[in-house]
Every structure is written in structure tokens, then in C-alpha cells.
């Protein structure tokens, strides 16, 4: 009885150690590939987006006032929640009813336009009162999330107009050992529902998939592989054999 106890804790822990390691490749395909019109679509803004807006022109005198007033919609600098904050406090939130306040020209309707229109907005909107002025209008609120078997989960701030599913799982750190690059959730806000769609990045038809491109707010949840799930539920069976066997070797010396 005693050496059945032991030998089973034995086998436990050879089959705990010997999961092995899987290479992960991105993209599997050993054929170039090209595509054409992939799906990309410019961001629209939403109500509690973040906008920074920057006014630049000419007559100093007259846009000094809006020099002062823009400018204070520039986030600082710093990392993590400190950015956070400094989005919060600094730029334009869009409210719940899509319209953001700016001097002079008041409410101004930004929901539903993007960055580009929502610039020729303000631009044709400024004529009247300054020349040559031209504002320069940013989203500072986008980031994403990325979750599950990746190196550094986390939420990243992005500071670019187009941000790719594998450009976020290159920032946090790589899918790890035990990640599952085959299921990949993709959960997106869209109006008054949550998506949840499921992606596999090692497929190169992933680049022309509508969800390619990562939109602010989304998260990804890269799922553990099959070895993770039976690595981490044998732990706790091989800890228990490993202290009954202990006990019997030790009951055994003493005897």
C-alpha cells in the first residue's frame, strides 16, 4: 500500500513536468498573401470620448484667448492612471447627448463624426471670428485591454489612428507559453451592446477581418491552452501525494 502511494505520486509528478511547450506562429500560412480593400473604417466619436483640441493661427493677438483655452485640453505626461487622470481632467469629454463646449462657438455636435469632420466643423465654424485658424483635433482616450496568457496583461494607452489586434498582443508581452493563440475574445462595445467575438490570430485571414483593426475601449482575452487547465488542476492532487508520500516514507523510517 505504501509503495502504490508513492508510485502514483511519482507519476504525478513526471506528468506535470513534462507538458511541453508549444511554438506558437502567427499568421499560419507558408504561401504570400495579399489583400485588397481590407475592412478599415475611421473611428466615429462617442458620447464620454475624450477629444484634445489645439488651435493654431496666425494673428497671435486675436487667438490668444483660444491659445489658453485649447491648449489646456493637451494631456500631460506620466503613465498608467496618471494618464488616465490627466485625459479626465484635461480634454474635452463628449457628453451624453454627443456635444462638446468650446469658446464662442459654444455646443458643437462632435457624436457620430470623426476626428477629420469634427476639424472641418470647428474650422469652418472659427471663420467668422479669426483668419487663417486651423485646429488640430485628437481622441486621447483610446486604450484597450488585454487580458489572460499574455506576458504583461494590461490596459495600453494608444496613441496612434490605427491600432492592430497584433500590435496589442506584441505590447503585452507576447501570448505565453500556455496561451491558446487559436481563441482570442474579442469583447467591443457597439452603441447599446457588448460584443464578443471569437478570433484566431494564427489564421492569416485574420488581417482582413473587420476586427483586425482595435477600436478604443475593446479587450482581448487570451485563453489558456488545454495543457494550462491540466497543469493547474493536477498541482493540488500531485501537492496531496507528494505529502502522503512524504508521511508514509517517514512512518516508514520510523518504524
Do not use: W
Not at 469629454?93 to 477629420?116: C, F, K, N, R, Y
Not at 490605427?162 to 482570442?184: C, E, M, P, W
Amino acid at each position: 500500500m505504501k509503495r502504490t502511494g508513492c508510485q502514483a505520486a511519482i507519476m504525478l509528478l513526471l506528468l506535470s513536468s513534462c507538458v511541453k511547450y508549444k511554438n506558437l506562429v502567427y499568421l499560419n500560412e507558408s504561401t504570400d498573401q495579399s489583400y485588397d480593400n481590407y475592412p478599415t473604417r475611421n473611428y466615429e466619436i462617442r458620447p464620454y470620448d475624450i477629444l484634445s483640441i489645439q488651435l493654431n493661427s496666425l494673428d497671435q493677438n486675436t487667438s490668444r484667448y483660444f491659445d489658453e483655452s485649447f491648449a489646456s485640453s493637451t494631456p500631460g505626461g506620466g503613465g498608467g492612471a496618471a494618464i488616465g487622470a490627466s485625459l479626465y481632467l484635461n480634454g474635452y469629454i463628449v457628453s451624453e447627448a454627443g456635444v462638446i463646449e468650446l469658446p464662442l462657438l459654444g455646443e458643437v455636435q462632435v457624436a457620430g463624426l470623426t476626428t477629420e469632420q469634427i476639424k472641418n466643423k470647428i474650422d469652418k465654424g472659427l471663420e467668422e471670428y479669426l483668419k487663417f485658424a486651423s485646429v488640430s483635433v485628437k481622441l486621447v482616450n483610446f486604450r484597450v485591454t488585454i487580458l489572460g496568457e499574455v506576458g504583461n496583461p494590461g490596459v495600453q494607452y494608444v496613441y496612434e489612428q490605427k491600432y492592430t489586434l497584433l500590435q496589442a498582443i506584441s505590447q503585452a508581452g507576447n501570448v505565453s507559453s500556455f496561451g491558446d493563440a487559436r481563441h482570442v475574445k474579442l469583447v467591443r462595445e457597439n452603441g447599446d451592446k457588448i460584443q464578443t467575438i471569437h478570433l484566431d490570430i494564427t489564421d492569416p485571414e485574420i488581417v482582413s477581418s473587420e476586427y483586425f483593426f482595435l477600436q478604443p475601449n475593446d479587450i482581448l482575452y487570451v485563453e489558456p491552452t488545454r495543457a494550462r487547465a491540466f497543469r493547474l488542476n493536477i498541482v493540488v492532487p500531485t501537492f496531496i501525494f507528494s505529502a502522503i508520500s512524504f508521511g508514509l516514507a517517514l512512518v516508514n523510517l520510523l518504524n
